[in-house]
């Protein structure tokens, strides 16, 4: 349902994939029974009137040849992953597909940058990163940007949007929130500008 109201809404949704027996699944955890499968996944997204932006967090190695069979077989055109192991991020590479590498204070060296389609930008506990930061990968290095917001962390998500608020001009496909709070987020950006 959740899945559901975010694609209806033309949200862009963050999501787990791991696998299950063989099969790519939808699960933040490590699987002990069948879960959402990838297939009613991408069947779900692909039946709205939009697509919107599908970050697809890995959370298991070795997944890369059947998630791109898969991305392929849909059409999926509008999507990143995210968080794979070093190691595995060169399966992403040369399978071309699109990826974000992360950065946060703990993950300042960025392997695999010039390859990457974007940067998943978080701060697990202070709001670290500098608009110029925001700034250089957007209009310097020509990447998309996904900022997690603060309050994914336990923390309060205001003064990161007020922080956002100066991008006004950046605001385009280039830069995203990820948000428990989307429908607060759309009031919030709107009521500011």
């Given amino acids: 349902m959740a899945f559901q109201r975010s ?37 779900l997204y692909l039946e709205q009137d939009s697509t919107p932006t599908l970050a697809l967090n890995i959370k298991s190695d ?18 990143f992953c995210f968080d794979m192991s070093i190691p595995d991020t ?3 590479v040369r399978e071309g597909l699109n990826f974000y ?33 925001i700034e250089n990968h957007i209009l310097g ?5 996904c900022i997690v917001s603060s309050e994914l962390h336990g923390r309060d998500h ?9 991008f006004s001009e950046l605001r385009s496909d280039r830069l995203i929130l990820c948000t428990d709070l989307p429908d607060e987020a759309v009031i919030y950006f709107k009521n500011e500008n």
């Fill in 141 to 145: 290095n020509n990447k998309c940007v």
């Fill in 158 to 166: 205001i003064p990161l949007w007020n922080q956002l608020l100066e």
């Fill in 101 to 133: 590498i992360r950065q946060s204070e703990y993950e300042q060296d960025l392997p695999f940058y010039e390859e990457a389609s974007g940067v998943w930008l978080d701060s697990f506990h202070t709001n670290w990163f500098s608009n110029e930061l």
């Fill in 62 to 79: 070795g997944l890369t040849k059947v998630l791109k069979s898969k991305i392929e077989a849909f059409g999926i055109q509008n999507y």
């Fill in 7 to 43: 694609f209806q809404q033309h949200f862009g949704t963050e999501t787990d994939i791991r696998d299950f027996n063989g099969e790519l699944v939808i699960s933040h955890d490590i699987p002990v029974s069948k879960e959402t499968s990838i297939y009613d996944f991408f069947s």
């Fill in 90 to 92: 060169i399966q992403y």
